[in-house]
């Protein structure tokens, strides 16, 4: 029998000149892209290249779900990451961050602000398509950019654009604006809300999402931990530390690659999970399979934004942000 060759990652080289360091690694499907991301002593950006810079994969004749858990096991590794109470949302080029409760919100275009949420004690946050920020206070408060403030007993926002959802103490959701307010029962009991356009609750492990409230479609996903979705698309970490994605309310495929991802964040042709061992791993959404990964320091947080929806947003644990843009 012929054994197969070991990986071998060719010569690390420089990244458009920024803060980190490039290779293509072999593995049994294929090659995946590894991007160390370094400290950065003024803006925190890298570029990561483009995906055809590694050769495109050969898939095994025999064997394939034993490759695939190898080559999970490469992407993503074991130690577990302690995850910190940061809250992250991108939305476009606008940026907002909740370290011990209080929120720095930023857009990297030129002549563009957004609003801040005022308090020291948020404890959610969420940026609507429009730019619009809304926070949710330790206490229940609800506070909006828009002008929607509010004390109560909230817990959990989102802003879809053309509604604003919010999940209360008790798990029910209503969704509202200017004119209209919406129950959304089949989101009650969610244990986790997330989402932009398209908004998403996982309840009893399985995904429900809307695009207009209150229309309502379940995905075939069982055993859920954590969802993101934009527009018609959206990725779930299974209890296991799968991935899979879908577009609309139908298309439910797995990512090969990813077996112990925590978090996963969605873009407009990317997408990117957080590994226990705080690797990032990413890929095309018309195409799951991991392309590249990149190495941080402490990673807490991961969230997709950028002008075109497709660059990574990384906090890590001693405060500062990472960018990358994936094309």
Known sequence: MRKSQPARPTKPRDVHGAWGLRYCER????????????????RDTVSGGRA???PRPRLARRG????????????????????RQTRLAAEG????????????????T??????????????DISIGPAGGVCAVHKAGGLWCSQGKVSAGDAVRVIDTGSMICVQHRDTRVDCSNETTRVDVPEFM????????????????????????????????????????????????????????CWENDRVVQQVDGVGDALQVAVGSHFACAL?????????????PRVLR???????????????RGDTLVVVTSDGSTKRVTLR
């Open 27 to 42: 593995h049994a499907l294929g090659y995946i892209e590894r991007v160390r991301v370094q400290q950065s002593p003024a």
């Open 52 to 54: 055809t810079d590694c």
């Open 64 to 83: 394939n779900v034993a490759l695939l858990a190898l080559l999970a096991s490469v992407a993503c590794g074991a130690p577990r990451l302690d995850l």
């Open 93 to 108: 080029d606008a940026l907002c961050v909740v370290r011990r409760g209080q929120a720095e919100c930023n857009r990297d």
């Open 110 to 123: 030129p002549g563009l602000r957004i609003s801040t949420p005022p308090g020291d004690d948020l404890v």
């Open 189 to 244: 009991n969610a244990s986790a809300l997330s989402g932009g356009s398209q908004a998403c609750a996982i309840i009893s492990g399985r995904v429900r999402c809307m695009f207009v409230a209150p229309e309502v479609f379940e995905l075939p996903i069982t055993d859920v931990a954590a969802v993101d979705a934009t527009q018609t698309q959206g990725c779930a970490v299974r209890a296991g530390g799968q991935v899979s």
């Open 275 to 287: 590994c226990r061992s705080g690797r990032a791993v990413c890929w095309n959404l018309s195409e």
């Open 293 to 307: 990964e990149f190495v941080f320091e402490s990673p807490v947080r991961l969230a997709m934004g950028g002008a």
